[in-house]
Nanobody
Framework: QVQLVESGGGLVQAGGSLRLSCAAS????????MGWYRQAPGKQRELVAVIGLDGSPNYADSVEGRFTISRDNAKNTVYLQMNSLKPEDTAVYYC??????????WGQGTQVTVPS
């Protein structure tokens, strides 16, 4: 059974930083692209970053230069370092496998709140 468990969210002031983690089980982690998504209130879920098998990243324009995705295949974990956070980054953040879209059922996500 696939499990995706996100953690690391919280309340942070604008300009601050957070590091999110996603632990995956039930999948062969090292052969999967992994992505971070977010869903703000009243909006559709969007892909913000994806990391390839070789560690190569791609980012949404809205987070380019501020967020960094990384992976540790030994720990079956993908990370999202978020710097220079803005109020518009407020959302529930989720991870999933897949290159262009999610493959598995969603985990519970982790809430990131950046007050305006």
């Amino acid at each position: 059974q696939v499990q995706l468990v996100e953690s690391g969210g919280g309340l942070v002031q604008a300009g601050g930083s957070l590091r999110l983690s996603c632990a995956a089980s039930g999948i062969i982690f090292r052969i999967n692209f992994m992505g971070w998504y977010r869903q703000a209130p009243g909006k559709q879920r969007e892909l913000v970053a994806v990391i390839g098998l070789d560690g190569s990243p791609n980012y949404a324009d809205s987070v380019e230069g501020r967020f960094t995705i990384s992976r540790d295949n030994a720990k079956n974990t993908v990370y999202l370092q978020m710097n220079s956070l803005k109020p518009e980054d407020t959302a529930v953040y989720y991870c999933n496998a897949g290159r262009r879209g999610p493959i598995y059922a969603w985990g519970q996500g982790t809430q990131v709140t950046v007050p305006s």
